[in-house]
């Protein structure tokens, strides 16, 4: 999923300072699971935003809503009727929502809620980890199934680099080599051959070092 974290409050204040009448809009999806845009944290968000600016001696008048998918037209048109009563939205969802918003409303002032940060999951509760950078061409079953591209810190894709240490990183302590895992796992399973063999080097057109990607399945297309 994509793993996001709630923007300082401070920042949100700084960015609405010259509105008055707000809309919050939160996510179902990916931001809900984290605990970063669903109802409970819309509401937390509005009611933060009211006690901030009475403090101040300010009226503010805040509405909330929440949507299934920020990333679906469909779902987005559900705010139509509403969004123009608002002087600015606050969007709480991954950095594609206040886009989709933005492309679809180019009249309404549209601001990010949160900070993106990867694609990932729980590995403890109220703990994400990186799992996924993305690259379009996944390759893991080459490494046990692991992903050296976003689990390691140089995205190495033949062994560990000179820095590794105790089978942790050399840029900290608390970041396991993930080569020393990979290496690990193969050797249990009996296939360390496999890491030696010759593989083409890999393609990076489908990165996103190739600009902004698209994805079309024609059977799916209307």
């Known amino acids: ?8 409050i401070k920042e949100l204040l700084e960015m609405v ?9 939160g996510c179902k999806g990916c931001v809900t699971v984290c605990n970063v845009g669903g109802l409970k944290e819309v509401g937390i968000l509005a009611s933060t935003l009211k006690i901030a600016r009475k403090k101040d001696g300010r009226e503010i008048e805040v509405g909330e809503h929440v949507l299934e998918r920020q990333c679906d037209p469909e779902y987005i048109d559900e705010v139509k009727d509403i969004i123009d009563d608002y002087d600015a939205v606050i969007s709480l969802a991954c950095g594609v929502g206040p ?17 993106t940060k990867f694609m990932g999951g729980a590995v403890e509760h109220g703990v994400w980890s990186e799992r996924c950078a993305g690259c379009g061409q996944c390759v893991i079953h080459y490494f046990g199934g692991l992903c050296p591209i976003a689990r390691c810190s140089k995205s190495l894709m033949n062994g560990p680099c000179g820095g590794s240490s105790h089978g942790k990183c050399e840029i900290s302590d608390d970041v396991d080599c993930i080569w020393d895992i990979i290496v690990r796992k193969m050797m249990a399973q009996g296939r360390l051959d496999e890491l030696v063999k010759f593989r083409p080097p890999k393609s990076w057109t489908t ?3 190739g600009g902004p990607r698209k994805m079309v399945r024609e059977e799916l297309v209307i």
């Open 1 to 8: 999923m994509i793993v996001a974290e709630p923007k300082p």
């Open 17 to 25: 300072q010259d509105f008055n009448k707000i809309l919050v809009i």
């Open 207 to 209: 990165a996103r070092d």
């Open 99 to 115: 886009q989709f918003l933005s492309e679809r409303y180019p009249s309404a002032r549209i601001f990010p809620g949160v900070n």
